[in-house]
């Protein structure tokens, strides 16, 4: 496939080891918002455009692909408030868009694992809390993920309403604390406690090769597609 890459951070560069390793051809890495006036982009350019860029641009990336005709699979969190809009436009031009928070086949797993932990735990007295820890340049805080896990956790436990960063307010409302730290790739801990006992539940990323595999596999899995898609529907076609 002929792959764009927009954002040529860290990942980006993870990205284009794994994309080449698989024999994919890279035609662009755009870094910045002026390096896409180069860039003329159709179907017969490109297959599919890869986005981890930032959450200030993620949205033009995005509505740029599907304007175009091009399919784009994004991993770029915080800017969850937009996204919806670009989901809208994805299917009034029949386009492709993939948006993941967190593409590692591990974490997608604990997604799992965390849902089924909150409603089977729902009832009982226990009260919940979140961890993340991420590198120092990460833009978001809390990460898309622990925003994932933290919405799981309200939607499958009857005792959470909502969320906030840092102590809870009232017994209705999940703490969900972050630290930036060195070069961390990744780590989100759930923890919940009783009077008598503690469960924890804890993901550690120990590189950036895991996002870049499902980040790939999701642009191999997009090709020829429409319609809005997340990585439950590729672990579901692929079990």
């Known amino acids: 496939m002929k792959i764009i890459i927009s954002g040529y951070g860290r990942m980006g ?105 909150a409603q089977m735990i729902s009832g009982h007295n226990y009260k919940a809390r979140l961890n993340e820890i991420h590198h120092i340049h990460k833009l978001d805080a809390p990460s898309g993920t622990a925003i994932a896990l933290a919405n799981d956790i309200i939607a499958s436990n009857k005792t959470y309403s909502k969320w906030i960063s840092g102590n809870a307010i009232n017994k209705e409302t999940l703490p969900v604390f972050s630290e930036r730290t060195g070069e961390a790739p990744g780590t989100h801990l759930i923890e919940w406690s009783s009077d008598t006992d503690s469960i924890e539940i804890k993901h550690t990323a120990h590189s950036r090769t895991g996002f870049a595999i499902g980040a790939v596999l999701a642009a191999e899995w997009i090709s020829g597609k429409s319609g809005v898609f997340g990585m439950s529907d590729l672990l579901n076609s692929t079990s």
């Open 13 to 117: 560069h993870e990205i284009e080891k794994i994309a080449r390793g698989r024999g994919h051809v890279i035609v662009a890495t755009p870094d910045k918002k002026e390096d896409w006036k180069k860039i003329k982009l159709s179907p017969e350019s490109c297959d599919v455009v890869i986005d981890f860029s930032t959450p200030d641009s993620a949205e033009i990336v995005v509505n740029h692909c599907l304007n175009s005709g091009v399919a784009v699979v994004t991993g770029t969190t915080g800017w969850s408030d937009r996204l919806e809009k670009s989901k809208v436009l994805c299917y009034k031009t029949s386009g492709a868009l993939f948006h993941a928070p967190n593409f590692s086949i591990g974490v997608n797993i604990f997604f799992e694992i965390n849902r089924k932990l």
